[in-house]
């Protein structure tokens, strides 16, 4: 099945820009979906087809999709980010949607 | 407003069976496919099941082929999850996300989630 792979961490100093990875074979080929997952909290859509935004998600948040990697790009990083961030994408093959690890992101 | 509030969690005896359930408000229920997606304490996010809009097309995990039974009722706005032969390592929060499409695409809106624990 489709792997995709994610760093377990990043970490950021407040104001800086994040970048969070999501690697998979010719992933650019397929649209990739993000989401931010606070603890105790249900996961929120915050990307969806490689760079959209759903209503309510800030402009700071943006995404992009090329070759093996997709990129979530937070910038002018606030505390309120810290968050796991999970890819996800549909696998054609099994017909499944399939999530990446998973990234941890810390604000110093 | 637009919202999913899962029920039916609980503590079970491995083998033993359970049924969840997900009320769907503030949409058009038919319109969209809906998901559930499970999380193991301290782990990542693992799609369990997908039903199309209109029931016609069910996709399972392999972890749970077999053993869960993915339905809806569009008369109720309800989604269900029939969870039978229950493992250990189906321990985890439940949640019900809605589908951006008929049955592919995101999840863009999620319930809060339900604790099943499978422990004897």
């Known amino acids: 099945s489709y792997v995709l792979t994610q760093p377990p961490s990043v970490s950021v100093a407040p104001g800086k820009t994040a970048r969070i990875t999501c690697g998979g074979n010719?992933?650019?080929?397929?649209?990739v979906h993000w989401y931010q997952q606070k603890p105790g909290q249900a996961p929120v859509l915050v990307i969806y087809?490689?760079?959209d935004r759903p209503s309510g998600i800030p402009e700071r948040f943006s995404g992009s999709n090329s070759g093996n990697t997709a990129t979530l790009t937070i910038s002018r990083v606030e505390a309120g980010d810290e968050a796991d961030y999970y890819c996800q994408v549909w696998d054609s093959t099994s017909d499944h949607p399939v999530f990446g690890g998973g990234t941890k992101l810390t604000v110093l | 407003q637009v919202q999913l509030v899962e029920s039916g969690g609980g503590v079970v005896q491995p083998g033993r069976s359970l049924r969840l359930s997900c009320a769907a408000s503030g949409f058009t229920f038919t319109n969209h496919g809906m998901h559930w997606v499970r999380q193991a304490p301290g782990k990542g996010l693992e799609w369990v099941a997908v039903?199309?809009?209109?029931?016609?097309?069910?996709y399972y995990a392999d972890s749970v082929k077999g053993r869960f039974t993915i339905s809806r009722d569009n008369s109720k706005n309800t989604l269900y999850l029939q969870m039978n032969s229950l493992r250990a390592e189906d321990t985890a929060v439940y949640y019900c996300?809605?589908?951006?499409?008929?049955?592919?695409?995101?999840?863009?809106?999620w319930g809060q989630g339900t604790m099943v624990t499978v422990s004897s």
């Open positions: 996300a809605r589908g951006t499409t008929v049955g592919r695409g995101a999840f863009d809106i």
């Open positions: 010719n992933i650019g080929s397929k649209s």
């Open positions: 087809y490689d760079s």
């Open positions: 039903i199309w809009y209109d029931g016609s097309n069910k």
